[in-house]
């Protein structure tokens, strides 16, 4: 059961840099799946055999709306706004890469204090999962184009999901449903809104919404 | 019976969505704030026995006072929606800032939009559960978000880029804030009130500290709480006035049960006084920086939106003191909910007549629209704490539990800064009530009727009577119940 936790968190991190690393729009999306696909499955090998049939489905679901439908969303809205990849990031894309080579040992070094308590599956869960979260922080922040901020925000749930997964088998099925919708909805709903700045502005450079300020 | 608060709502909200009668639409709207109103009506006179055990909603006194503060602002909303839409619904319209012509949302979206918004404030404040309580919250971000843009140009589809984008990454924080509190019950606590109160001796420390903080930052961001609050003055500032008022009025409020729910299970599990400071903390620099942003500030619906980031402040520093100034802050929520929404009512009718939202390019509002002008008058006076309105009632009260506490580096602080920001107001509303008027331009000045209608008035004064009546006399069973709400998180 260890074995493939880990591989499948590895996956998730690995994962993680090519996101920080590169700029087309279109690869971003493709690893959006491969980490939905990763999280799926590493929600299965937390359990032990046989899975329970509320374990299978909730993988599944997850597999769908994360692995599927959102990517669908994201890439519609690709097409829509006219936009291939991120031309001028604010913080480039080696540097991107270094911050999060940083950013993974930071995620080591938090949980050696809350270690005593975790009942999670693999040593690297935690860590994996914080790690995944700030890369998708990091893509909202350091990135200039709308949609790869959507595919950060999408990044970043994928992480909060991760620390979730390890609690599946207890947590009510409810609220990872319930977690599931939003996400579904708030991608959606954030792909209308670029739909609209693309029509209204001709560009989706979020550093050029700045009208508003004091 | 309970959950009918959420699904009457949802479902008219649905049937808006499709019916193609405006009418009818508009009477929908009306409908589901009445209906919200009575059933709320209802469950406080004839109270339920307390929440079920593995219930996954419940009401107990703190979520019964924050709906009723939704469902009376939604209330008055309605009115006025169903005769704004009246005038600038489905058509071309001037963008009063720039002079372009732009088309609305259409106003289905909008009027679904409102009834969801509704129902999912509904469900934040009857969650019993900390996991249904997130999905809650969030889904208040994703029907509000095309309210915000109802005014389809680049301003307001700024303002509705930033709240959703940063309002989901807080959410999101607050969801990991979950998780831990869950790795807090090792994975065996769920996360329903009642169970992580009556098992908090049990839980985890670090990890329930390392949760509060998710809690806080995530729910935070929501509320308006510096430094998070950035999306807060654009979305409301571009939004038009009726969702301004519910999301400063009733939204904020929602997100902060939030957080009170975390605080309660902290107290409870012995670390309220990590919790409180906190609270006390992000309270204070709430109302700082809504101070310095007060004291240049030239746009008047932006004051009023840093004046809802000084209340959320308020709010949270009274929470976080506990005793008297937690009951305070609960009465606090009430009265700024009742006094915002009614001055954002009142904007909305100085933007249609003077056409900016410059506070220096509007002069004499008294004389050119007295009713109007009087009114933002009173709400000016209501909402910085003057006597007699309810503002200054709650926040005497709250000052005189910090006092209580003994925390007078606090109690100068929070003095200081509730002057401060009188004055700053006080410079930027006193010269639109009373300032001369413009010197006639030579063109012909365009022809408006300056009287308010009916729709916008008659919300308009009855809010203003009640933030007034709360300040005259408060009835002997409102205080009860406002102090059971405040109760659970260790007041009295």
Same mark, same amino acid.
């Given at each position: ?214 | ?161 930033? $709240?959703?984008? *940063?309002?989901?990454? &807080? %959410?999101?924080?607050?969801?990991? /804030?979950?998780?831990? !509190? +869950?790795?807090? #019950? ?119 939106? $840093?004046?809802? *980031?000084?209340?959320? &402040? %308020?709010?949270?520093?009274?929470? /976080?003191?506990?005793? !008297? +100034?937690?009951? #305070? ?141 709360? #300040? ?21």
């Amino acid at each position: 059961m260890n074995t493939w936790t880990d591989i499948f968190i590895l996956v998730l991190v690995l994962a993680d840099f090519r996101l920080l690393a590169t700029s087309r729009l279109a690869a971003v999306i493709e690893t959006t799946v491969l980490q939905a696909v990763a999280l799926s499955a590493f929600m299965l090998t937390l359990a032990e055999k046989p899975w329970p049939l509320l374990l299978i489905f909730l993988s599944l679901i997850t597999l769908t709306v994360k692995g599927a439908i959102l990517p669908w969303l994201l890439r519609r809205a690709m097409r829509e706004a006219g936009v291939q990849r991120e031309i001028e990031p604010i913080i480039g894309y080696s540097a991107s890469v270094l911050i999060g080579m940083i950013l993974l040992g930071l995620s080591f070094i938090i949980f050696i204090p809350l270690k005593a308590s975790v009942s999670a599956g693999s040593a690297f869960l935690l860590p994996g999962a914080l790690f995944t979260t700030l890369t998708g922080l990091m893509m909202i922040v350091s990135r200039k184009n709308a949609l790869t901020q959507v595919a950060g925000y999408l990044v970043m749930e994928n992480g909060v999901y991760a620390f979730g997964a390890a609690l599946a088998v207890e947590e009510p099925l409810l609220v990872e449903m319930g977690v599931l919708l939003d996400v579904f909805v708030a991608v959606f709903v954030m792909g209308i809104t670029v739909y609209q700045i693309s029509r209204e502005f001709d560009h989706i450079d979020t550093d050029r919404l700045s009208e508003l300020k004091d | 019976m309970l959950i009918n608060i959420v699904l009457i709502p949802a479902l008219l909200g649905l049937i808006a969505l499709v019916i193609p009668w405006k009418k009818i639409r508009r009477g929908l709207l009306i409908t589901g704030g009445i209906t919200h109103a009575i059933i709320i009506a209802c469950l406080a006179v004839y109270p339920k026995s307390p929440v079920a055990s593995g219930a996954w909603i419940g009401l107990d006194s703190a979520g019964l006072l924050f709906l009723s503060i939704t469902s009376i602002l939604f209330l008055a909303v309605s009115v006025y929606t169903t005769g704004y839409l009246g005038r600038e619904g489905d058509r071309k319209v001037l963008d009063s800032v720039e002079g372009f012509l732009f088309r609305n949302e259409p106003e289905a979206i909008f009027i679904a939009c409102l009834l969801f918004f509704l129902a999912s404030m509904s469900l934040v404040c009857i969650s019993h559960d900390m996991g249904l309580l997130w999905v809650a919250v969030e889904a208040t971000t994703l029907a509000s978000a095309p309210l915000i843009s109802f005014h389809r140009h680049h301003r307001s589809l700024e303002a509705t880029w930033k $709240y959703l984008l *940063i309002c989901s990454v &807080g %959410i999101a924080l607050a969801l990991l /804030g979950n998780y831990f !509190l +869950a790795y807090a #019950g090792h994975g065996k606590i769920h996360l329903r009130f009642d169970d992580l109160i009556s098992g908090a001796t049990s839980l985890d420390h670090a990890w329930l500290k390392a949760s509060f903080l998710m809690l806080l930052v995530g729910y935070g961001t929501k509320m308006g709480l510096a430094p998070m609050h950035t999306w807060l003055p654009d979305a409301h500032s571009e939004a038009p006035s009726m969702v301004s008022a519910l999301l400063s009025g009733a939204l904020l409020n929602c997100a902060f049960l939030g957080i009170f729910r975390a605080h309660c299970v902290l107290t409870a599990a012995g670390l309220g006084r990590f919790s409180g400071e906190l609270l006390v903390f992000f309270g204070m620099l709430s109302m700082a920086v809504a101070a310095a942003f007060l004291i240049r500030q030239t746009d008047y619906k932006r004051m009023l939106a $840093y004046s809802s *980031i000084e209340h959320m &402040g %308020i709010l949270s520093l009274g929470v /976080g003191i506990g005793g !008297l +100034a937690g009951t #305070g802050a609960m009465l606090h929520a009430v009265n700024h909910s009742l006094a915002k929404g009614m001055l954002f009512l009142v904007s909305s009718h100085l933007l249609f007549i003077y056409g900016t939202k410059k506070a220096g390019d509007v002069r004499h509002a008294l004389k050119k629209t007295p009713l109007t002008g009087v009114l933002w008058l009173v709400g000016f006076l209501a909402i910085t704490g003057a006597p007699p309105f309810g503002l200054f009632l709650s926040e005497i009260t709250i000052l005189k539990g910090i006092l209580d506490s003994g925390r007078w580096a606090v109690a100068v602080g929070y003095l200081l800064i509730l002057a401060i920001i009188f004055i700053a107001m006080a410079r930027i509303v006193l010269p639109m009530a009373f300032g001369l008027p413009e010197r006639e331009t030579s063109s012909a000045p365009p022809v408006k009727d300056y009287r308010e209608p009916v729709w916008l008035a008659g919300p308009a004064i009855a809010l203003a009577a009640a933030v007034l009546a709360m #300040g005259l006399y408060i009835p002997a069973f409102v205080w009860k119940f406002i102090g059971q709400a405040a109760f659970i998180a260790g007041g009295n």
